[in-house]
């Protein structure tokens, strides 16, 4: 019986594809799934039906794809990523599966909107800004390609957090996404992976008579496999993405909890679950920091025990793993895998180190998404020690290996070796996160040219001259089925109507646009998918803040994680300059174009600066919106808890992209990208990704500024002193003076003191060098914008110009370059 099961072929049919075959699965749903009835439904029970009934559409081709993977054994990709910032599900998987006319006219008859079940869905809390969004575009652009890939992560239970404010001031909640259920998962607890912590090492002499060494560890936990499917766009290919849950071992204690003792019964639960609680808690303290590690080794760790011991096959010989399987290490969260896949090959496998060296070497890709130091992950050598004392000792044997390589290529040079160790001494003896990755990938990879060339130059310049074929760029890109499909209904209609079908896997044929951008009549159709957005966002707004837009204005936005490289204070500084030009009477509030100053950020709980800043620009915002003289010319909004939800309708909307950090600062960033797919003009530095937009689209439908990378060394070299761009500039003057006096706290001087001392005095991210450029900028996007179908003419060729900027094509960069991995051909 159980070969006959083993070797059965017989299809998974999925449901018929018809409004009556619809309804009928929603019905049964409903009824067995939900246990109610239509009459006694809920808004929530008809969302959960009609989830599962859509994903019964798609499980038939998961499961053919899981089966079709297994019998080819091709090359896969193993994604480990610390965040996936999914977004809603429901309308991804409809036009996966081409249902949502279907399910729109089944609900239909039922008496039920479609609309209202939309809004039903709650974002999975999974991720924070680009590093998670990101991760999610990929492994959607590879299930499109029909390239076996396998996501892993961890299942937070709380995610990032939601964001609230308080007189202006972000209040973190609990991000309670999981409350109302969470149709889109398929939980695995027969699956669980043991994970071990602490302890010690011991040496011993195994049967053949060589020495090794054993870990013995102290407690372990469960990691518990969510499966989520990850559907290709109409092609019958659904991948998966396996997220983490943790557990305890021994999660109640009967005896202790019959004598009374309630609270140390589930301790053991409690301290496991603590793991999987929270994407990114607070590392300010050392407990802090010591779950993020557990958290990093945790996914990990049951990731590769997953692929190793349940996907490949039992008799698999692992010294052609690097024929089956690449690790993209997204970032450096994931490194720890480096020494953990040694640990299996050498203590577990009892290989001889250097052949287990040669295919870990093979089998780890590394992307780096920063240019910040503090960004690279170091870990104290104490706390790896205490937590994983055997991967710490594999640590140390990698740089000694490796430092004994480079001594021969460069005999005393000490200080090259200082610089390259893994390991470094000082301030205190830690680990360097990305020189072990380095060491160990096959790849080093930036997300956009400027960026990798610095990460090559700047950041890993021996490692670039000791490996230079290591190192190479992708640069990043976005999922156009998302953030045009979805996003942008009405301009994807436009398009397909203006090109035929297809572009949405071939985002190259937005080309084709091109000349109608000189065609008057489709820049009038144009002009009207953009107010249909604006209005679609006003409306939205007003629903989910209470927020009421203008009716007739510029967008200008600027939407990204809040940090003070990003130079949100920059935008703040323009905003705060116009009004007080307006109501000194020195600038005409009639004179210049109506503009919507829209934000969205969050600002991680520790960072003072950053929240210091979100409340700025909220007080801004209090007191242009309320003064009559600026009415109609300035308005600041600011809705709180951005996410992928409301960045599907925002940006849409936009016509101005805020791009404005300091150059050599910005890895690439992806939120440039789609504000140039949806048809906004970018103002921006020459930073990240803003450089390959601006060769692409022209420098005459971008707004360039600011200083250049090169500048910016010169001046920070030549020691840069921002009280003296204060000093010489009247405007950049009285908007400081204006927020140092009180007059956005209510005339309490102390509440944004700290941000006007760390302007005049510090200015890391030189906002007032690059002040007096923006504002001449800004006045180039007022004169643009009041020439409506030169405007309209610019961003027609945005769009047509920024097809290099799919998901797509950086992943067939990453197969090329990287991974040389193929898509499974179809049947």
Not at 20 to 33: I, P, W
Not at 602 to 631: C, E, S
């Amino acid at each position: 019986m159980t070969e006959n099961r083993a070797n059965s072929t017989a299809p998974v049919t999925a449901p018929q594809h018809s409004v009556e075959g619809f309804v009928k699965e929603f019905l049964r749903e409903l009824h067995f799934g939900q246990g109610v009835t239509l009459e006694r439904a809920s808004v929530n029970d008809e969302y959960l039906a009609l989830a599962r009934t859509v994903r019964e559409y798609l499980m038939a081709r998961w499961l053919e794809t899981v089966r079709r993977q297994r019998d080819a054994q091709a090359k896969s990709v193993a994604y480990l990523s610390a965040e996936y910032l999914l977004g809603r599900q429901l309308d991804n998987a409809l036009i996966a599966t081409d249902m949502t006319e279907i399910v729109e006219e089944g609900l239909a008859s039922l008496g039920i909107e479609l609309s209202t079940l939309r809004e039903q869905e709650v974002e999975p809390g999974l991720g924070n800004g680009g590093l998670g969004r990101l991760a999610a575009c990929f492994v959607d652009s590879l299930a499109t390609m029909s390239v076996p890939c396998i996501g892993y992560g961890i299942r937070y239970e709380y995610g990032i957090f939601r964001q609230t404010f308080v007189d202006g001031f972000q209040v973190e909640q609990a991000d309670t996404w999981l409350t109302l259920g969470a149709p889109w998962e398929f939980p695995h607890p027969e699956a669980a992976v043991t994970v071990h912590f602490g302890g010690s090492t011991e040496r011993y002499t195994d049967d053949d008579g060589v020495e090794r060494t054993r870990w013995v560890p102290a407690w372990d936990v469960l990691g518990v496999p969510y499966n989520y499917m990850v559907p290709g766009y109409q092609n019958g290919r659904v991948n998966t993405l396996r997220l983490w849950s943790a557990r305890a071992t021994k999660a109640f204690d009967l005896a202790i909890f019959n004598s009374g003792e309630y609270v140390d019964a589930v301790r053991a639960q409690t301290f496991a679950e603590n793991i999987s609680k929270v994407l990114y808690p607070e590392d300010s303290t050392p407990q802090g920091k010591e779950l993020r590690l557990q958290q990093q080794y945790f996914f990990v760790a049951c990731s590769i025990r997953d692929f190793v011991d349940n996907v490949l096959p039992a008799d698999f010989d692992l010294h052609n793993l690097p024929d089956r399987i690449i690790f993209q290490l997204n970032d450096t969260h994931p490194v720890i895998a480096v020494p953990e896949l040694m640990r299996i090959l050498v203590d577990e496998k009892k290989w001889d180190w250097d052949e287990a060296w040669a295919v870990t070497q093979k089998c780890f890709a590394y992307t780096c998404h920063t240019l910040l130091p503090e960004a690279l992950e170091v870990w104290p050598v104490a706390l790896l020690g205490k937590l994983l004392p055997r991967h710490l000792e594999i640590i140390y044997r990698i740089n000694d290996d490796f430092l004994a390589e480079v001594a021969q290529r460069y005999p005393g040079d000490e200080l090259r070796l200082r610089r390259m160790s893994i390991i470094a001494e000082y301030p205190e003896r830690s680990v360097r996160m990305a020189f072990l990755a380095t060491v160990a990938g096959a790849k080093v990879n930036g997300v956009a040219a400027l960026h990798s060339q610095l990460l090559r130059d700047k950041v890993l310049p021996d490692f670039s001259e000791y490996w230079p074929d290591k190192f190479t760029n992708v640069t990043n890109g976005v999922t156009p089925r998302r953030f045009v499909r979805l996003a942008n209904p009405a301009l994807s209609e436009l398009i397909t109507d203006a090109i035929g079908p297809g572009w949405l896997t071939d985002l190259a044929r937005l080309r084709e646009m091109e000349p109608l951008a000189d065609d008057a009549e489709f820049r009038e159709k144009f002009r009207a998918v953009k107010a249909h957005n604006k209005q679609r966002l006003s409306a939205l707004l007003q629903r989910r803040d209470g927020i009421t837009l203008p009716g007739d204005a510029m967008l200008d936005v600027m939407v990204k994680r809040l940090h003070e490289y990003k130079r949100q204070t920059l935008k703040v500084l323009h905003i705060v300059s116009l009004y007080e030009r307006i109501i000194s009477g020195e600038l005409d509030p009639t004179s210049i174009p109506p503009r919507v100053f829209a934000f969205g950020a969050k600002a991680a709980p520790g960072y003072k600066m950053a929240k210091q800043t979100i409340a700025l620009i909220n007080h801004v915002g209090r007191v242009v919106n309320d003064d009559p003289r600026v009415k109609g010319a300035l308005t600041v909004v600011f809705p709180p808890n951005y996410n992928v939800t409301l960045a599907e309708t925002l940006i849409p909307a936009a016509d101005l992209s805020e791009q404005i950090s300091l150059a050599g600062k910005e890895a690439s960033g992806t939120g440039n990208m789609k504000f140039a797919l949806n048809g906004a003009l970018t103002i921006g530095t020459d930073d990240g990704a803003n450089v390959e937009i601006r060769e692409l689209v022209g420098d005459e439908n971008f707004f360039l500024f600011g200083l250049v990378e090169p500048e910016v060394d010169a001046l920070v070299t030549a020691g840069y002193h921002p009280s003296s761009y204060y000093e010489e500039n009247p405007t950049l003057r009285r908007a400081i003076d204006r927020i140092a006096s009180g007059a956005f706290a209510g005339g309490d001087r102390t509440v944004f003191e700290p941000i006007v001392s760390n302007l005049l005095h510090e200015d890391r991210f030189l906002v007032l060098a690059d002040f007096q450029a923006y504002l001449d900028a800004q006045d180039r996007v007022d004169a643009a914008y009041r020439d409506t179908e030169a405007w309209t003419r610019s961003a027609i060729l945005n769009v047509a110009r920024s097809g290099y900027f799919s998901s797509d094509r950086a992943m067939w960069d990453y197969i090329d370059r990287i991974w040389h991995s193929q898509p499974l051909a179809a049947r």
